[in-house]
């Protein structure tokens, strides 16, 4: 069966990634067109302590506001927000961001099957998440959730992945709509904007 | 689908069944959290249909118990986020070192461990002999936990790691032994706690404070329930008293923040 190659709408953009991630952001941000009409939110997998490091990292290469996500904040279009270390990110029925330091899953807080769930829960079919690479399998079971719910997902190509382990676990267990490398991503995503 | 397994309406209907029955209002609660815990429980416990879940939930004393406990968060750790620690040694406590008695509130303690790290500053600083801390919470199990302070021994280099970078200088072992899987801390460390339920959504103030801690608690409300509890914390709260929050939570958007001054970069108001 044919697979759609980009989704139909897109109200909110999730990119999950953890180790050999952060290349992947950097190659990306860059090329983000400043029209980006829906929110973007990160989670990935790092240390606690360095907050700001990521934030500043991905802000200074793109025109788009980079903020690490506050708790009870609306996501807006045109804003990424980053997960604070530490914390589980959800979204609320009305599209707030409620933040949640219970139990790790997949050994991750934040987990990205957290986010991936609670988003697909709200966003439905208007939601697009990205899996990039990683070396455990968080994730793959959000992105079955994103599937069910209508949602359209993105597993970055694990043969050039820096760690193939996650993006191939979810692969293995869930039908992507479209498998990407890295340098396709930007334009991916830019094409998003309606 | 697992997510899915209960919807919206469900988990109204649970809560409400909740309240009525054992008189505990999680109704205001952050809906996506509990949404989550609750789906979580309900997966865990095998339960093969709703009716069944709500029925065990509404009417055995005994599961109510572990639903409480496992629907919210009991997640905690000594000495978390060194910084906010090392600000309270070095501005906070001194400044209540100047009264003659100082009075504690740690606000949602879980299974006690900000109340015993708060102790051993206290017993660094030379004040604990003259302070009380008052640790409540929501859920009688976790403070049956507290009141022992037995945690798990496998957590504690993580502590150790904590508190050095909290401006520790002793030797972090010497507040407890090792007995096989756990550290028992100090019994001079709880002898000034007093361990209490209170309920954050429908129980008043008892006392007046100069300090108090509420942190990671705030977080699982929704808004309006996060005001009622800033104004039961002001309620609570002598003049020149602090409020320290979770790293992630804030006074900012609550019409009483004007009576409160930030510490620096800490999640520490000072009420003026």
Redesign the interface.
Known sequence: MAQALTPEKCSALIIGGSAGSLDVLLEIFPDLKKEINFPIILVTHRKSGNDSLLTDLLQSRTGLKVREAEEKEPVLAGNVYITPADYHLLIEDDKTISLDYSEKINYSRPSIDVTFQSAAEVFKNGLVCILLSGSNADGVEGLKTVNNLGGFVVIQNPNTAIMPYMPQQAVNNVKPHTILDSFEMAEFINKLIR | ????AIN?EQIETLLSDVLEAHGYDFLEY????IK??ITRLYTLDNFVSFAEFRYTVKSDKQYFKRFLEEIT?N?TEMFRDPSFYKSLRNDVLPVLGTYPFIRIWVAGCSTGEEAYSLAILLKELNLLQKSLIYATDINPSVLEKAKKGLFPLNYLKGYSENYVNSGGIKDFSSYYSANYSLAKFDDSLNEKMIFSTHNLVSDHSFNEFQLILCR?VL??FD?EL?HKVFHLFDNSLDKLGYLAL?????LD?WPGAKQFKRLKLEKIWRKL
């Open positions: 689908m697992i997510s899915e919206n952050s809906h996506a959290s989550r815990r968060v997640v990671n977080i699982y808004k996060q979770g790293s992630k939570e804030s958007f």
